[in-house]
């Protein structure tokens, strides 16, 4: 190869190098983190189910959202707290959950968790919405107590 034919090749890999960084980092950039924080349970699968407001089924595992707390479904906004879950995570829709490395032994059988939908921290969106409150008997275990959201609600 000619200096001139290797400058070329330099240059085309530094650019395709850069195309490729500016294409991830942009594809990233619209959605929130779904990477899990800690070193417990961390899996993505699909809604199957919605019970009520703070209790999801992801690829068939229960899971209790971590610090948030939604009214029972005979109770006062129960079943709006329900529909407003389902349309942050509709069931079929792809999950992401975080299990609370604080609360890994989780609650009556329920996984203890962050669930995120399309990027969307569906336990900060409940509690926004105010059809769920901080459940603060947690903040002092919860792996989540100091994340902006837990602390705006509560904690
Ligand atoms: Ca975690």
Redesign the pocket.
């Given at each position: 190869m000619s200096v001139a034919a290797k400058r070329v090749a330099v240059i085309l890999a530094f650019s395709v190098a850069a195309v490729s960084m500016i294409l991830w980092f942009s594809s990233g950039g619209s959605q929130s983190p779904t990477v899990?924080?800690?070193s417990?349970r961390?899996f993505e699968g699909e809604i199957t189910d919605v019970y009520d407001g703070d209790t999801v089924y992801v690829a068939g595992s229960a899971i209790r959202l971590a610090l948030t707390s939604a009214p029972e479904l005979d109770e006062p906004h129960g079943l709006e707290a329900k529909e407003f879950a389902k349309k942050v995570c509709p069931i079929g829709s792809l999950a992401t959950v975080?299990?609370?490395?604080g609360q890994t032994q989780g609650s009556f059988g329920r996984i203890v968790a962050v669930v995120y939908c399309s990027g969307v921290n569906l336990n900060a969106k409940i509690l926004e919405a105010n059809l769920a409150s901080i459940d603060t008997r947690f903040c002092d275990v919860s792996?989540f107590a100091n994340e902006t959201w837990a602390q705006s609600y509560g904690c």
């Open positions: 899990c924080d800690g417990a961390c975080d299990e609370d490395d792996e």
